[in-house]
């Protein structure tokens, strides 16, 4: 057999590998169903659901061929940890696997993050990469990133060791319940590295942005406190967020497989990287963020003619103000009227503390006055 043949059928070999080892529809959804089920009673940290669950997500990594602990913290609470290979260098996977509750199921936010994360891991660890794959499933994110504060304060392998953390977060329905769709991918602007392997797997329904625009909201910010380069993944809020109607039926699997197949490309990137990528306090915007963020607001007055006066009011003044080079309080101001929206629920303290001072400063009390009334609406709901 010649090279040229030789060369063929191992490629043909390898294909076939990660071919079988892709993520399916129906291996996320089995995740998601198991750990959004009644039976997990939201899966609050501390009880019997999230301790249930922990167990769960080990014995899957265990029965996928991967090194697993689970390290205990305060309250009966736990991360699971599992690792796959031998070398020093890793790429850390990581989502939470709380929930809110009884009553509430919890499946886009987490379990779907945790779904990617377990089927992601499976994935990487038969293809053989330069890096090890450490996946920790965190607890207690919803009180504030306890688990991946224990975490990175006692880390199980060196976090300079990381090539990078991909933090997965509110996974499986379109953005703001739009028809399009949205990958939101946070964390480029402090690495130029990962920058330029995003930029290199970009498409049309990525949205890169700062992170400063959501704010230390989700298991990436304890890595980014450490100067871990990270990246962070999410389909962002939506009406049933941290309601009953989170349920797993409403999970588009299809969309979630096509999107964790894009991560992994961009795993595969990072992990093929000659040097770990840096980690720079001289944040550089995407370039992109401009565009993105004025397609949303687009999109939603598109979509949604019947909006209340003060986000009319917002969406049309913060377009006519998104630039390149506009100041960055106004793209922060930006993702806080759209995220207010996305979870009218929870919305008055973006309202209260963040838009109506920012418009009774540019001297607009017609849009402060609009913003005022609309947080009384759901001041009960926030109370």
């Given at each position: 057999?010649?090279?040229?043949?030789?060369?063929?059928?191992?490629?043909?070999?390898?294909?076939?590998?990660?071919?079988?080892?892709?993520?399916?529809?129906?291996?996320?959804?089995?995740?998601?169903?198991?750990?959004?089920?009644?039976?997990?009673?939201?899966?609050?940290?501390?009880?019997?659901?999230?301790?249930?669950s922990a167990q769960?997500?080990?014995?899957?990594?265990?029965?996928?061929?991967?090194?697993?602990?689970?390290?205990?913290?305060?309250?009966?609470?736990?991360?699971?940890?599992?690792?796959?290979?031998?070398?020093?260098?890793?790429?850390?996977?990581?989502?939470?696997?709380?929930?809110?509750?009884?009553?509430?199921?919890?499946?886009?936010?987490?379990a779907a993050g945790?779904?990617?994360?377990?089927?992601?891991?499976?994935?990487?660890?038969?293809?053989?990469?330069?890096?090890?794959?450490?996946?920790?499933?965190?607890?207690?994110?919803?009180?504030?990133?306890?688990?991946?504060?224990?975490?990175?304060?006692?880390?199980?392998?060196?976090?300079?060791?990381?090539?990078?953390?991909?933090?997965?977060?509110?996974?499986?329905?379109?953005?703001?319940?739009?028809?399009?769709?949205?990958?939101?991918?946070?964390?480029?602007?402090?690495?130029?590295?990962?920058?330029?392997?995003?930029?290199?797997?970009?498409?049309?329904?990525?949205?890169?942005?700062?992170?400063?625009?959501?704010?230390?909201?989700?298991?990436?910010?304890?890595?980014?406190?450490?100067?871990?380069?990270?990246?962070?993944?999410?389909?962002?809020?939506?009406?049933?967020?941290?309601?009953?109607?989170?349920?797993?039926?409403?999970?588009?699997?299809?969309?979630?497989?096509?999107?964790?197949?894009?991560?992994?490309?961009?795993?595969?990137?990072?992990?093929?990287?000659?040097?770990?990528?840096?980690?720079?306090?001289?944040?550089?915007?995407?370039?992109?963020?401009?565009?993105?963020?004025?397609?949303?607001?687009?999109n939603t007055r598109?979509?949604?003619?019947?909006?209340?006066?003060?986000?009319?009011?917002?969406?049309?003044?913060?377009?006519?103000?998104?630039?390149?080079?506009?100041?960055?309080?106004?793209?922060?101001?930006?993702?806080?009227?759209?995220?207010?929206?996305?979870?009218?629920?929870?919305?008055?303290?973006?309202?209260?503390?963040?838009?109506?001072?920012?418009?009774?400063?540019?001297?607009?009390?017609?849009?402060?006055?609009?913003?005022?009334?609309?947080?009384?609406?759901?001041?009960?709901?926030?109370?």
């Amino acid at each position: 057999m010649n090279t040229r043949r030789i060369s063929l059928l191992i490629l043909s070999v390898m294909t076939a590998v990660v071919s079988m080892a892709a993520v399916t529809p129906d291996n996320l959804r089995g995740h998601v169903e198991w750990l959004s089920a009644p039976a997990r009673e939201g899966r609050r940290a501390g009880l019997a659901g999230a301790v249930e669950s922990a167990q769960y997500i080990a014995r899957q990594f265990e029965a996928m061929g991967f090194r697993t602990q689970t390290q205990e913290f305060t309250n009966n609470r736990r991360n699971v940890i599992a690792r796959a290979g031998t070398a020093n260098r890793y790429i850390l996977l990581g989502a939470h696997y709380d929930g809110q509750g009884k009553g509430n199921p919890s499946a886009s936010d987490n379990a779907a993050g945790v779904a990617v994360m377990m089927e992601l891991a499976r994935q990487l660890k038969a293809e053989n990469l330069p890096v090890s794959i450490v996946a920790i499933a965190f607890d207690d994110e919803e009180q504030g990133l306890q688990g991946s504060i224990h975490y990175v304060g006692n880390p199980v392998l060196p976090l300079e060791d990381a090539q990078a953390a991909l933090i997965f977060d509110t996974f499986g329905r379109p953005f703001l319940d739009l028809h399009s769709w949205t990958l939101f991918v946070l964390g480029t602007e402090s690495s130029p590295e990962l920058a330029g392997v995003v930029e290199k797997r970009g498409q049309a329904d990525m949205l890169v942005a700062g992170a400063d625009l959501i704010g230390p909201r989700s298991d990436f910010a304890p890595f980014a406190g450490k100067r871990v380069p990270y990246l962070f993944f999410s389909h962002g809020t939506h009406q049933d967020y941290h309601g009953p109607g989170d349920t797993a039926d409403r999970v588009n699997y299809a969309r979630l497989a096509q999107d964790a197949g894009t991560i992994a490309n961009i795993a595969r990137d990072i992990a093929g990287l000659k040097q770990r990528p840096s980690f720079s306090a001289e944040e550089r915007y995407p370039a992109r963020e401009t565009e993105a963020l004025n397609r949303i607001l687009t999109n939603t007055r598109a979509e949604r003619p019947d909006l209340p006066p003060a986000y009319k009011l917002m969406f049309d003044d913060l377009q006519q103000k998104i630039h390149p080079g506009a100041p960055r309080e106004t793209f922060q101001m930006a993702a806080a009227a759209i995220l207010a929206l996305a979870t009218p629920r929870f919305s008055p303290f973006m309202l209260d503390f963040e838009l109506e001072p920012y418009y009774e400063k540019m001297k607009r009390p017609d849009i402060a006055g609009a913003i005022q009334a609309e947080s009384k609406k759901w001041e009960s709901f926030a109370n």
